[in-house]
């Protein structure tokens, strides 16, 4: 598949695919890639064709033109986030319906970032699984001197990824974090040179693309249970955890282990 889903001036979002890994590009690059309303329905539609690809192993979002995201779209707000009601929908509908489809994704999603990532640009970072960044990339959520807080919702993406000491003080602060920085507070998960930032990512996700399809989709299942439930595993779970033992691609990897072979996995 190779083609381009999206919405036309101001800004789009762009999907193409490309063997076993699939390529969203956020595009706004006039506004530093901000999102309009309509890009972040966009791009929680464009997630929730993915998932229905039976294909797919690795998605890449990124954004254009040398910046991830700066957010959402202040020049909407007058518009669209001028009542209680329209803030309701804004971040109830369009914000975390589009979070919520990327992190729903059975695939891993590896965020590419480069330049700004701030605001909402930093919550789609977060509900990724991977984040590798370009040495030139800024992160952090500067709102304090907009008159509103983060959304709950949105701050709990945040809040999982970071932990109460940074949240508090990418919030308190508005402090916009290099990506050294970032990477040293845990908020990323590798740096690279700029000119490198584009290799790497696409290194990330071939190695993914690579592993066992259906393996790789049960260890993001299992990450995301031991995220977001503090309960303590049971039984249960750890045996249906097993089920890999009755697939191909099981015995598929062990007999190219013995014979010292690349394993091709079809994900069975």
């Not at 994704?105 to 970032?113: K, N, Q, W």
């Not at 930032?197 to 592993?211: F, G, I, K, L, T």
């Not at 062990?254 to 994900?267: D, Q």
Request: aromatic share 6%; glycine share 8%; net charge negative.
């Amino acid at each position: 598949m190779n083609e381009e889903q999206g919405l036309r001036a101001p800004g789009r979002i762009g999907v193409s695919q490309s063997g076993f890994i699939a390529t969203v590009t956020i595009e706004n690059p006039g506004r530093r890639n901000a999102l309009t309303v309509a890009m972040w329905e966009a791009l929680q539609a464009v997630f929730a064709d993915l998932r229905q690809s039976e294909t797919l192993r690795c998605v890449v979002l990124r954004g254009a033109a040398g910046n991830f995201a700066a957010g959402a779209d202040i020049s909407e707000f007058e518009q669209v986030r001028a009542t209680r009601e329209q803030v309701t929908e804004f971040h109830e509908q369009c914000v975390s319906g589009a979070l919520r489809a990327i992190h729903d994704l059975p695939v891993p999603v590896i965020a590419l970032i480069e330049g700004a990532c701030a605001g909402g640009g930093l919550e789609i970072a977060s509900v990724c699984d991977l984040r590798i960044a370009g040495r030139g990339a800024r992160l952090g959520i500067p709102i304090r001197l907009l008159g509103f807080p983060l959304a709950l919702g949105e701050m709990e993406w945040l809040y999982r990824l970071a932990g109460p000491a940074l949240t508090a003080e990418l919030l308190f602060e508005g402090r916009m974090l290099d990506a050294q920085t970032a990477w040293a507070k845990g908020l990323l998960t590798d740096v690279v040179d700029d000119a490198d930032v584009e290799r790497r990512a696409q290194a990330a996700a071939e190695a993914v693309a690579q592993s066992a399809p259906l393996a790789v989709r049960a260890l993001k299942r299992q990450l995301r249970r031991l995220m977001e439930d503090p309960s303590p595993v049971t039984r249960e779970e750890r045996l249906a955890s097993y089920a890999f033992a009755d697939t191909q691609d099981y015995r598929t990897g062990l007999r190219a282990f013995r014979e010292k072979t690349r394993p091709e996995f079809i994900g069975r």
